[in-house]
């Protein structure tokens, strides 16, 4: 299960980025998400597989999709008819971890306009229309 272990260090390093490019510390960060600041360690590492909850919280405190945290981990697929954009957006290397959730928010904030579902409208970080 390499490409397992490969999604979750991927996960962790994401969250990392995201933690560092708000200048938040692990510390801080942890006390937002109501989580151990060891276990949000070893998540960043990629050591431990947090649950949807977890990340959803993680998410919360950080002020970004927990879609997109799901998708990353591959408890989530990206949604039909968009998962295109939001997969091009994430895998765009000439793009920041910053610039790419600008992005995702711009392009949900969008969708959202646009007649977006309900549950799309209760994804923690969707911006309010």
Known sequence: MIDRDARWQDVGRFIREQRESARITLRKLSDLAGISNPYLSQIERGLRKPSAEILQQI???LSIS???LYVRAGIL???EGDGDVV???LSCERLTEAQKQALLRVYQSFVHE?????AEDQKDGAPAA
Do not use: Y
């Open 87 to 89: 997969q091009a957006i």
């Open 66 to 68: 927990a879609e997109t």
């Open 114 to 118: 646009n007649g977006g579902t309900e």
């Open 77 to 79: 697929d990206a949604r």
């Open 59 to 61: 998410a919360k405190a």
